[in-house]
């Protein structure tokens, strides 16, 4: 019998190499594929803004790394004994306004770093919803807690988001020809927006998004959403909280991932380098047995080699790890 819909995902005509450079922006799922990226050594940055939500501001802060733009002290506020920046992430405020400009800065300079050679760009959006400054009409990417008077919420239509993200691309291949963009729709639940609303907010993600892969040969969709949404279709695979999806479905998410975005050689090496990670995580209760002497020359072999067969693997500190531990 089946018990679940199946969802063809045929292997992307590109696909992502460890030679790749890979900048992810968006939403808190974004952090789910980034850290199994990270764990298995891929060279990538992740949110140099902090987490987004909306499109327009995944739109503003492609074009500040790609303008190499630099933030003053005009660009921030201070709010709650904080200095903040509305195009950021609370993660980026600070008691110390240099302090918050520095980080800002440190993190517009490796994106556009970055960016300028980036294999892939990939794009996860969480939410239409859009939120303004009354006395400025102006988008905000964070809130950071201030008065709700001072907001104005409003649902993007498909055309804002469509035009957003097209003129992020355009500049984005006129700097990078080389790049490719991966679009996801996160399936967190925005249930705070409602749950009319929240679906209402994703299909016009979707929508945009769609049409955006439809414009350009180098953009594509990773269907996250529907692997999570139906797919699997059920409150076990979701947190305590009935929105976030969990370890499972992140698992499986990831899984998909794999098949789609990565050759059957990218795998290989993943799974080699998974082997040496889970070692150097390895905690012995006696470090000076002959059996974990041997488990540590073993691991620096394995880690030499691999270094020596793909020396564009940044190992090093695991191979320090296995010959310093060594008695």
Known sequence: MQFQLELNIPPFQRQIEYTDDILLIGSCFTEHIADRLIQHKFKLLSNPHGILFNPLSVAYSLDSYIDNKRYTEQDLFQLNELWN?????????????????????????????????????????????QYYLVDQNRPVANNHRAPAQWFEKRLLTIDEINK????????????????????????VR?????????????????????????????????PAYELVIDILRDYRFYDIDFVHPNYMATSFVWE?????????????????VQDIMTARNHRPRFQQTTAHQKFLSDYTKKTEALIKRFPYLDMNDELSFFRNEAV
């Open 164 to 187: 957003g993200l097209s003129h992020a691309i355009d500049k984005l291949i006129a700097l990078n020809p080389g790049v490719n963009v991966m679009f996801t729709i996160s399936p």
């Open 256 to 272: 998909q991932f794999l098949k789609a975005c990565m050759s059957t050689g990218t795998i290989s090496i993943m799974q080699e």
């Open 190 to 222: 925005h249930i705070r927006d409602g749950v009319i609303e929240n679906n209402r907010s994703k299909a016009r993600l979707i929508e945009a998004v769609h049409e955006i892969c439809g414009k350009y040969k180098n953009a594509c969709y990773f």
């Open 85 to 129: 920046s509305w195009d950021h992430h609370t993660r980026f405020s600070n008691i110390d306004k240099q302090a918050a400009l520095n980080g800002i800065d440190q993190a517009q300079e490796a994106a556009h770093n970055t960016i300028k050679k980036a294999g892939w760009v990939i794009i996860t959006l969480g939410s239409a919803f």
